[in-house]
Structure formats: structure tokens, C-alpha cells
């Protein structure tokens, strides 16, 4: 069953729409389901689906051929072009009386084994776009490749591609329409472990509690899940060992790129090289506190929760989890996901805060949102707020996030009002985002105040 991705297949069906050239790339992570959208759209149209391998240009030629030989009776049986410019020429001419979708999927495998294929395309696409009726697609998951060999300015194919799809994981929302029979709790740890990647999704049964998902996944060596962040890397890069490392350090607390390489054993200049990497292929994210740039302030955290969730209890329990001992490894994993779901209910709560923003029922108006962290002169110690938001030099929101079983109590409202006034904001609007719920002394005290909202996070999953 197909969930999700509405916008993304209304912009495929506009431009299927329009009936005249158009070239759409589409890219985004491994995992993420670039594959199954493009599936899901040309179902019932008139398409040449073809996928690139990781091999030579012969046998690319050859596999493109056959996808082309499916669609057209006019060729002959086994018959292979001469040449890439000869098989997309083919398409093109074909596409002169009738509307044909071409789907180039893992397009930097092809264009990796004929150096000219991007050249070719070019060529074709300004010779053919005024007559022809092809709808282009060009998909990748090489991050790197797609953002500097298509998109970018001094890319042979800059300016020949009419729109572009950047695919991410689910956000939380989406994560829950995937899992109907679990509990309101589980949809956030499941949405915690797979970080709203399709493919890890899939690994997940809903119909089972969210500790044996851990056991028949994450705990089990058979399992898809159990190296996929190691495979993965494989994949991307080279010395994954040492990306491990760095990776590693991260998910057990350390932010800073000294404290990184210190724990990863490589000095700050390797680790900052393999940090861009990680970076570019949206592994690892980079913060500064909000509204500010100063890089010696950057701290770093795993952007994919797969990839934390993974980081942070396998490879510390490895030992037991090869002995086929899941219950007593979920026994060690168990007291510690709570606090590793604090990071998480930052950002569902910042989800939470944009659809406020969408429907129009947040009073401030906010550009964007981030964590902030910084020096109290007040008490000289430093301190920090989970979310921040501006709307212009008057207007700013505030949030603080508590996943805890406890309810929120006084104490808490008190100290986000205190970091809150660090700013000279005029207006101020305070979130404060709960688990369990809130104390009554913090409910009158919000009440008292009357710029506070207070969120449950059963008020999160029921918007």
C-alpha cells in the first residue's frame, strides 16, 4: 500500500499534465522511497522504466535497450542500441506523436559508466524540447552526485530540468498513518528508531509492541536492520571504518569537533574532512545556537534517527546480540529510551509548531525554528532553550520539551519564562511541550501568565 507523498506526486501529474517536454529530477537518500513514488506514478501510463546498476556502460546500454525494446514493438527482439545518444534519441522521436514517461532511476550509476551521458542528454533535450512530448525523469540517490552533476550551475544539464523533488523520510504524522494498531507512545518510539524512512518502516509490524520491533530487528543478526547503517556507509563512502568511528562518537554525546575526534581517535583536521561528507549525506546535521553563524559555537548530532538509534545500543551490545540474547540486550536498551526520545520530542514538537504556523493558529509568525545555547550573564553559567523561533526583532516563540512519566511541574515554566527574557523581544509566546501532562501549579501559572501555551503530547498525535 502506497502512503504519503501527496505533494510530491501532484508536481509529477502537473508536469504529466501540461503534454510537452518536461524534465523532472528526483533525489533523496537510500531507503527513502524515490523508487516506489516513481512506481506509484507512471502505474496505467505509457513509461520506459529503466534502472541504472553499478556496472559498465555496455551492460547499462544493453538493460536501457531491453526497457526500451518492452515498450516499442518496433524493435526487434535482443537488439541493443549503439549508443546512449541512439537509445534516448529513439524515446525522443517516439515522443514527438504521443505523451511517453522516461524514468532514469540511480542515474549516477549510468552516468559513472559513460562519462558523455550528461553531455547527450543535453544535446537531445535542447534539440527535442519544442516538439517532443517525453516527460524526463533522472532519479539518484547519490546525494553528492545529483546536487553537483545535475543541479548545479556548471552542470552540463543546469536550466534543462522544468522542476525537482529533494525526497525526505515521513515526518512524524506521516510515521503515524503507518502504524494504526500501534499505541500513541509506540508511534513516537517507532518514529524515534526508523526516523520515518519507508524501508525502515517496513521492517516494523505494528500489531507487536514496540520492544519486540526492537528485538526482531535492531537485536536480531538476521534481520534487515541489524548492519544496514554499516552496509550503508559501505555504499557511500570509502575507510567506512573510520566514518564508524566518527559516527559513533556522536551518538554517545559528543558535539564538539574536538570532543569528536578525541572519542573517534583521528585528528580534528581528518575528522573535519570525513564530517563534510557525513554532512553532504545527511547523516550527520550541524547546529549554531539560533540567529547566530559563528562556527566555533557549531555543534553536531546525527540527523537520521535510524542511524542514532542504531549508533547509540548496537554496537555497545553487539557482544550479547550475536549470542542470540535479545531479551537481555532490550533489558540494557530499555532504561535509556527515554532519555534518548528527548531529542526526538524536540523536533515532533517542532512539527507540531509548523502546522500551528500553516493553519494559522500560531500568534507568532515565525521564520524558522532551532535550538539555542549560550551564556546566562546573570548567573555566568551556560544555558539553553530546545526551540526557538523568531519572527522579526519584536516577535519570538519559546518551547521547552519534557519527555519524562512525570507531569510538568512550576519549576519548569518558571525557568523557560527566565531563559526566555535573555531576549528583549517585545512579544513573547511560550510553548511548553509535556509527555505525562502538567501539574495544576503549572497550569494556574500559565494561566496567570497568558502567553503560555501548554502541549501534551496527546494533543500533538490528536492535531
Known amino acids: 500500500m502506497f502512503i504519503g507523498r501527496n505533494h510530491e506526486i501532484d508536481v509529477l501529474e502537473r508536469a504529466y499534465e501540461s503534454d510537452k517536454f518536461e524534465f523532472t529530477v528526483i533525489y533523496g537518500r ?82 559513472r559508466s559513460s562519462k558523455s551521458l550528461a553531455s547527450t542528454l543535453q544535446m537531445l533535450i535542447d534539440k527535442y524540447k519544442d516538439r517532443s512530448k517525453l516527460m524526463l525523469i533522472l532519479c539518484g540517490s547519490s546525494m553528492s552526485y545529483m546536487e553537483d552533476k545535475v543541479l548545479a550551475y556548471k552542470a552540463p544539464l543546469y536550466g534543462r530540468r522544468t522542476s525537482q523533488i529533494k525526497l525526505l523520510p515521513f515526518d512524524f504524522y506521516e510515521t503515524c498513518k503507518c502504524f494504526e494498531h500501534f499505541s500513541d507512545i509506540d508511534k513516537a518510539l517507532a518514529y524515534g528508531a526508523t526516523g520515518g524512512t519507508p524501508q525502515y518502516i517496513l521492517q516494523f509490524n505494528d500489531r507487536l509492541s514496540f520492544e519486540d520491533n526492537i528485538k526482531k530487528t535492531f537485536l536480531d543478526p538476521t534481520s534487515f536492520l541489524y548492519e544496514e547503517p554499516v552496509n550503508l556507509l559501505k555504499q557511500e563512502v570509502r575507510e567506512s571504518s573510520v566514518y564508524n568511528a566518527i559516527v559513533s562518537a556522536v551518538a554517545m554525546g559528543a558535539t564538539h569537533m574536538a570532543e569528536i575526534s578525541s ?18 549525506l545527511g547523516i550527520i546535521k550541524r547546529e549554531t545556537p539560533y540567529g547566530e553563524k559563528s562556527s566555533r559555537k557549531s555543534i553536531y548530532s546525527i540527523e537520521d534517527n535510524m542511524f542514532r538509534f542504531w549508533f547509540r545500543f548496537v554496537p555497545v551490545n553487539n557482544s550479547i546480540i550475536v549470542r542470540g540474547a535479545a531479551d537481555l540486550a532490550y533489558s540494557r536498551i530499555e532504561p535509556h529510551i527515554s532519555e534518548y526520545m528527548g531529542q526526538v520530542f524536540e523536533d515532533i514538537s517542532k512539527q507540531y509548531l509548523w502546522r500551528l504556523l500553516i493553519d494559522h493558529k500560531c500568534p507568532i509568525e515565525f521564520k524558522s525554528l532551532g535550538r539555542w545555547w549560550g551564556n546566562d550573564p546573570r548567573t555566568r553559567k551556560q544555558t539553553e532553550l530546545d526551540i526557538m523561533g523568531e519572527q522579526d526583532r519584536t516577535a519570538a516563540v519559546f518551547g521547552e520539551c519534557k519527555w519524562t512519566n512525570e507531569k510538568v511541574d512550576i519549576g519548569v515554566l518558571v525557568t523557560l519564562v527566565s531563559r526566555s527574557e535573555l531576549f528583549p523581544y517585545n512579544k513573547k509566546q511560550l510553548y511548553l511541550f509535556s509527555k505525562a501532562g502538567f501539574t495544576k501549579g503549572c497550569i494556574d501559572k500559565a494561566a496567570e501568565l497568558g502567553n503560555v501555551t501548554l502541549v501534551t503530547y496527546e494533543d500533538i498525535i490528536s492535531s
Request: glycine share 4%; aromatic share 12%.
Open 30 to 111: 537510500r531507503r527513502v522511497g524515490k523508487t516506489a513514488l516513481i512506481n506509484n506514478f507512471i502505474q496505467e501510463k505509457r513509461a520506459i522504466y529503466f534502472m541504472g546498476v553499478e556496472s559498465n556502460a555496455k551492460q547499462n546500454l544493453e538493460n536501457l535497450s531491453r526497457s526500451i525494446y518492452d515498450y516499442s514493438s518496433d524493435m526487434e527482439m535482443d537488439s541493443t542500441f549503439a549508443s546512449f545518444q541512439a537509445a534516448i534519441e529513439y524515446v525522443f522521436r517516439l515522443a514527438e506523436k504521443e505523451r511517453i514517461i522516461l524514468a532514469i532511476d540511480e542515474y549516477p550509476y549510468v552516468a
Open 263 to 280: 572519542k573517534a581517535g583521528e585528528t580534528t583536521s581528518v575528522c573535519s574532512t570525513y564530517m563534510k561528507n557525513l554532512l553532504s
